[in-house]
């Protein structure tokens, strides 16, 4: 089969393109694209959104995929340093380093509460529509066709939701510092 009869290879050079400027390096860009591509097909009896539009479907897949290589990654460099400085009799050695990512480490649990709590000023329905949209990738038509609207409903609903939660972190932010 070609790619002009698959509807989701047609999307392999663009997913791949995605997935080197995301990650930087075109080795791992084309694992990454392979492993969405695997996902794709496997979960492709669960796919109902736009039928005729699963790029961005993909893209979720792929950025999902190179979230989760980072994280790994992330946890095995940092095991390896701890593991590398007790081997040589090395504790604290950079303290500083430590210290800043203690303290980076705090600012983004603060930052995500203080969004958390923007999220829990919105309704039931609002939450759930900026989660889908802006957390799990899914289109204003999927959103709109799991609640039985227009996806026109659905993009003036995000857009009233986005604001809400705009002067709900604008009004922490003022209690914060004032």
Same mark, same amino acid.
């Given at each position: 089969m070609n790619r002009g009869e698959d509807p989701l290879l047609e999307h392999y050079s663009a997913v791949c393109g995605f997935l080197t400027e995301f990650t930087g390096r075109a080795d791992l860009a084309?694992? /990454?694209t392979q492993d969405t591509f695997a /996902?794709?097909?496997?979960?492709m009896d669960r796919y109902d959104r736009e039928p005729d539009r699963p790029k961005p479907w993909l893209r979720a897949i792929a950025?999902? /995929?190179a979230t989760s290589y980072f994280r790994r990654e992330q946890g095995?460099?940092?095991v390896a340093r701890v593991h590398e400085s007790h081997r040589a009799g090395e504790r604290d050695t950079d303290s500083s380093e430590q210290l800043e990512g203690l303290i980076e480490a705090e600012e983004q649990a603060s930052a995500a509460g203080t969004v958390h709590q923007a999220l829990n000023t919105l309704s039931e329905v609002d939450r759930s529509l900026i989660k889908g949209y802006h957390i799990h990738g899914h289109s204003c038509g999927y959103l709109g066709r799991? /609640?039985?609207?227009?996806?026109q409903v659905i993009k003036v609903r995000l857009f009233r939701a986005r604001k809400k939660m705009r002067r709900a972190l604008e009004e922490q932010m003022e209690e914060t510092n004032g």
């Open positions: 084309e694992d /990454l /996902l794709a097909y496997r979960w950025r999902n /995929l095995r460099a940092h799991a /609640l039985g609207v227009d996806r």
